[in-house]
């Protein structure tokens, strides 16, 4: 698998409100977890075209990181500026 436990750890600890491995519900690491989901995905179909299930499945996710970038934007927006200078996201 692309994305075994000890990098989701990782991940979760480096991008999470509260800096451990078990902070997996901050919108902080759920958009670090997305983008690399993400990420994955965009090479992925570089090379397989026609992959229309996993296509749609990049679209749900990336659905999704937009509406959780939209909550921490309108509840935080110190935090919500981090995230995108941090994961060099544009908006």
Do not use: C, W
């Amino acid at each position: 698998m692309y994305l075994n436990s000890e990098k989701k750890q990782e991940l979760f600890s480096k991008h999470g409100v509260a800096k451990t491995k078990t902070d997996t519900g901050s919108p902080e690491s759920q958009i670090a977890l997305f983008t690399h989901r993400i990420s994955h995905l965009t090479t992925h179909l570089k090379g397989q075209k026609k992959d229309f299930s996993t296509q749609q499945g990049l679209l749900k996710l990336v659905g999704k990181r937009k509406k959780l970038l939209n909550y921490l934007q309108t509840t935080n927006i110190e935090r919500y500026r981090a995230v995108l200078t941090d994961l060099d996201l544009r908006k």
